[in-house]
């Protein structure tokens, strides 16, 4: 094999690793970004969540399934 032909190859794997590794670095931030937004997607849609100052002027939450149940805990609460 000739010194021109290793070289190609060499430089055919370099490019073949730099693709590779660029890949890898955006399905990592491809993740990151789902995980990060399945935080936030967990609690929301689940349920209820009622906060409202009480007549003694203290802030209350409550939060449930429905919001029967949410408003019945903020008003045992």
């Not at 000739?2 to 890949?23: C, E, K, L, P, V």
């Not at 491809?30 to 802030?59: C, L, N, T």
């Amino acid at each position: 094999m000739s010194f021109g032909r290793r070289n190609t190859d060499w430089q055919a794997w370099g490019q073949h690793r730099r693709r590779a590794t660029a890949r890898m670095a955006q399905k990592s931030r491809e993740r990151e970004i789902e995980e990060y937004q399945a935080q936030f997607e967990d609690k929301d849609g689940e349920g209820f969540v009622i906060a409202a100052r009480a007549p003694d002027g203290m802030w209350k939450t409550a939060e449930a399934g429905t919001l029967a149940q949410a408003i019945t805990l903020w008003e045992e609460a």
